[in-house]
């Protein structure tokens, strides 16, 4: 079974950096492009990033030129480097491949403090 594991959330004031984690247990990774998804309070869960097999990001127009997607195949980890982050970018953040999703993971909290 797979196994998706978000870390590196936590409590930053408005202008601070975080970088998460998303590491995969158990699945073939290399292949997939993989998403980072992001649900706030009484929302529903969106993607705001990905990177395909090959290294290559998109990002909604909410995040991009704040947010980086990487990736590293041989660890089986996907990353978000966030700058810049606002109140409006808390939320819990989880990862998963974009088509055929597998099992969610906890997520990470994320909080921005204004």
């Known amino acids: 079974q797979v196994q998706l594991v978000e870390s590196g959330g936590g409590l930053v004031q408005t202008g601070g950096s975080l970088r998460l984690s998303c590491r995969v247990f158990?699945?073939?990774?290399?292949?997939?492009?993989m998403g980072w998804y992001r649900q706030a309070p009484g929302q529903q869960r969106e993607l705001i990033a990905q990177?395909?097999?090959?290294?290559?990001?998109t990002y909604v127009e909410s995040v991009k030129g704040r947010f980086t997607v990487s990736r590293d195949n041989d660890q089986n980890i996907v990353y978000l480097q966030m700058n810049f982050l606002t109140p409006e970018d808390t939320a819990i953040y989880y990862c998963?491949?974009?088509?055929?999703?597998?099992?969610w993971g906890q997520g990470t909290q994320v909080t921005v403090s204004s």
């Open positions: 998963n491949a974009v088509q055929n999703s597998w099992p």
């Open positions: 158990g699945g073939f990774f290399r292949l997939r492009t």
């Open positions: 990177i395909s097999g090959g290294g290559n990001p």
